[in-house]
């Protein structure tokens, strides 16, 4: 069973920078077809932000931030990454890492992920 943890929320100034990590236990990320990041506001709907293929590490982002954010991973460490700059209030939500077992393209949508974390706060305000 794959568990997922993500880490590194917080709360940051507008135009500032954080770094999300997801760490996998139970089995490697390499076992599985694409990573995400998705991201929840409050009395919003659950939203893309970003995927990132596992084996030749294409990516494909949300045009909200497009340019501001990277997603990356990590084989020896089993992790995947978001760097977040350029923060913006509108992107305070709670951020969610995702698991696709597999696939075509870069998936986009919440219901082609299998595993899911359990979230960290993003809050971006002054």
């Known amino acids: 069973q794959l568990r997922l943890v993500e880490s590194g929320g917080g709360l940051v100034q507008p135009g500032g920078s954080l770094r999300l990590s997801c760490a996998a236990s139970?089995?490697?990320?390499?076992?599985?077809?694409?990573m995400g990041w998705f991201r929840q506001a409050p009395g919003k709907e659950r939203e893309f932000v970003a995927t990132i293929r596992w084996t030749d590490t294409r990516t494909y982002y949300a045009d909200s931030v497009k340019g501001r954010f990277t997603i990356s991973r990590d084989r020896a460490k089993n992790t995947v990454s978001l760097q977040m700059n350029s923060l913006k209030p509108k992107d305070t939500a709670v951020y969610y890492c995702?698991?696709?077992?597999?696939?075509?393209?870069?998936?986009?949508?919440?219901?082609?992920?299998?595993?899911w974390g359990q979230g960290t706060q993003v809050i971006v305000s002054s």
């Open positions: 139970g089995r490697s990320f390499s076992n599985y077809y694409a």
């Open positions: 995702a698991v696709s077992r597999s696939g075509l393209g870069l998936p986009q949508q919440a219901r082609n992920y299998d595993y």
